[in-house]
């Protein structure tokens, strides 16, 4: 088994892509992180490209498509609907998490506040997901 090394982060706050690239550099090197900061730049990324990432983490709160939205392309699409979709956010509303469920996304991480506890959130997902299965890989 193979641990996913292509991930894909769908954010439109530059902090939080900064955040993200420096935890998977510390936490996963051989990682390749791509962003995009919304989902129409998002979803055109993905579909021009023929190498999919193997785990898409999005951001619920953006202009234009919100993270939902965005979701719900993403599983309409037959190319890019098996590709786990995990929901990293700042909203923990209960009304959120279970909007994102019932667009099937694969899990829901309300991000962490400081950097030491968001690295820890990190390499926390990055080992559950180095023991799943992925069809991308």
Known sequence: MTAPQRFFLIDDNPHDQLLAMEAFA???????LTFANDGSEALRL?????ELPEVILLDVNMPGMN????????KKDP????IPVVMLTTSGAPEDVAAAYTLYASSYLVK?????????QIE???GYWAHC?????
């Open 124 to 126: 926390a997902f990055l």
């Open 79 to 82: 190319r890019l609907a098996t």
């Open 133 to 137: 299965r992925t069809i991308h890989a």
């Open 67 to 74: 993270g939902f939205e965005v979701l719900q392309s993403l």
């Open 46 to 50: 993905l579909q021009s490209t023929d």
């Open 112 to 120: 962490a506040q400081d950097f030491s506890a968001f690295l820890s």
């Open 26 to 32: 510390e936490l996963c090197p051989d990682c390749h």
